[in-house]
């Protein structure tokens, strides 16, 4: 089946919810600098799973017009009452590296109760490799939710910033032992004479797949 710029824009403003995520989906399908024009109707959309769907493919249409993708995203991020959707803007800010938008994201990071927004904050700014971010991956390392921890750890990893490792260390012995491996990854990553040091205590990990990590990092 084919598909037109015109017959996806029919399905975006159509009155059934059936058509009009057929018609995001279908943005896929055609040029990409069309489809960020089209888009940008169903991103305020009634419906949060249209809205969802819409958002999530600003990750990589947004590369069409940075600016106007930052505009858009961060009116979702703000203002958008769905969790999800405002997750989607994070991950698609991170996949964008969209450092101009630190503040926003940190500011909702700081506001919202939300674990999923949390969560895609967290893996956004690492993603981002943004300087300013270390100190909300510090507080990120607190959280009570091992999932945002985890990210966090990675984070710090991909930020590079060796002031990491002392808030790393404690994680080596954490109870779960994929917690620990990603803190394998992370010093790794860092790589100081200090982070070698931990990893070489985390080559005999009792989980095999933690101390064959730790193996593989000293010899690369």
């Known amino acids: 089946m084919s598909f037109t710029?015109?017959?996806?824009?029919?399905?975006?403003?159509s009155e059934e919810l059936g058509d009009r995520l057929s018609g995001v989906n279908q943005l896929r399908q055609i040029e990409p600098a069309i489809a960020f024009e089209l888009v940008q109707t169903p991103i305020k959309d009634k419906d949060t799973r249209v809205r969802y769907a819409a958002v999530?493919?600003?990750?990589?249409?947004?590369?069409?017009?940075?600016?106007?993708?930052?505009?858009?995203?961060?009116?979702?991020?703000?203002?958008?009452?769905?969790?999800?959707?405002?997750?989607?803007?994070?991950?698609?800010?991170?996949a964008l590296k969209m450092t101009q938008a630190f503040d926003d994201l940190l500011q909702v990071y700081q506001n919202t109760p939300e674990w999923l927004v949390?969560?895609?904050?967290?893996?956004?700014?690492?993603?981002?490799?943004?300087?300013?971010?270390?100190?909300?991956?510090?507080?990120a390392l607190k959280s009570d939710n091992e999932l945002i921890q985890t990210i966090a750890i990675s984070a710090l990893g991909e930020l590079g910033n060796l002031e990491a490792i002392p808030l790393l260390k404690p994680f080596a012995i954490h109870s779960d032992w994929q917690i620990r491996y990603r803190v394998v990854q992370a010093l790794h990553r860092?790589?100081?004479?200090?982070?070698?040091?931990?990893?070489?205590?985390?080559?005999?990990?009792?989980?095999?797949?933690?101390?064959q990590e730790a193996k593989l990092s000293q010899g690369s």
């Open 118 to 139: 949390k969560l895609s904050i967290v893996a956004a700014v690492g993603e981002m490799g943004e300087p300013k971010a270390f100190y909300l991956l510090e507080d």
């Open 190 to 211: 860092l790589g100081s004479s200090e982070a070698k040091q931990i990893i070489a205590q985390l080559t005999k990990d009792e989980v095999e797949q933690v101390a």
């Open 56 to 94: 999530s493919q600003m990750s990589s249409l947004g590369e069409q017009n940075l600016t106007i993708s930052q505009e858009i995203l961060c009116e979702c991020l703000l203002q958008d009452p769905e969790p999800d959707v405002q997750a989607a803007a994070a991950d698609a800010m991170g």
């Open 5 to 13: 710029p015109d017959s996806v824009k029919q399905l975006l403003i």
